[in-house]
Nanobody
């Protein structure tokens, strides 16, 4: 069982930056692919980025060059550094963990990010 707790959300002006953190319980964190998803008001959940066990990263096109996902296995934490934020980045951001890429068994509760114009 893995429990995920996100933090770092908040209100920021367009063009600003935020770093989200996702702390995981358990001793097998390094074996999981970790991902960030987001859900904007009135929209479905959208994949944002993922980082595999070998630190290979994948991003959705709309965040490439602005967001960076990273992990610290010693701290059981995955991060999402978000720069050059836009109002359309406003959403609840959730982290997820899975042993197989694309299949995530564990989810956090989410953290709200609001970008004002």
């Amino acid at each position: 069982q893995v429990q995920l707790v996100e933090s770092g959300g908040g209100l920021v002006q367009a063009g600003g930056s935020l770093r989200l953190s996702c702390a995981a319980s358990g001793r097998t964190f390094s074996t999981y692919t970790m991902a960030w998803f987001r859900q904007a008001p009135g929209k479905g959940r959208e994949f944002v980025a993922r980082i595999g066990r070998s630190d290979i990263t994948v991003y959705t096109d709309s965040v490439k060059g602005r967001f960076t996902i990273s992990r610290d296995n010693a701290k059981n934490t995955v991060y999402l550094q978000k720069n050059s934020l836009k109002p359309e980045d406003t959403a609840v951001y959730s982290c997820a963990a899975g042993l197989l890429t694309g299949h995530y068994e564990y989810w956090g509760q989410g953290t709200q990010v609001t970008v004002s114009s």
